[in-house]
């Protein structure tokens, strides 16, 4: 598993991942529940990684890329 991306909010995190598996791209975020098991409440504490497999990250890096890019 290779990270695509790094995000401090769970919105924008699985926004990509659904633009991701839009196209077909099996993606994961890690971290999502931190703050439920560390009792972490401040959200700006909180890194969340955007995951894809090794042969899918170089297409995961340019579709993320690319919505990053028209936003």
Do not use: H, P, R
Not at 17 to 22: A, I, M, P, T, Y
Not at 37 to 58: F, H, I, K, P, Q
């Amino acid at each position: 598993m290779k990270t695509v991306k790094q995000y401090t909010d769970s919105f924008s995190a699985n926004l990509a991942k659904g633009l991701l598996e839009n196209a077909g791209i099996k993606a994961a975020i890690l971290g999502e529940n931190t703050n439920v098991w560390a009792g972490v409440y401040n959200t700006d504490l909180l890194t969340l990684e955007l995951v894809v497999s090794d042969e899918d990250y170089s297409e995961a890096c340019k579709l993320i890329e690319a919505a990053s890019s028209a936003e």
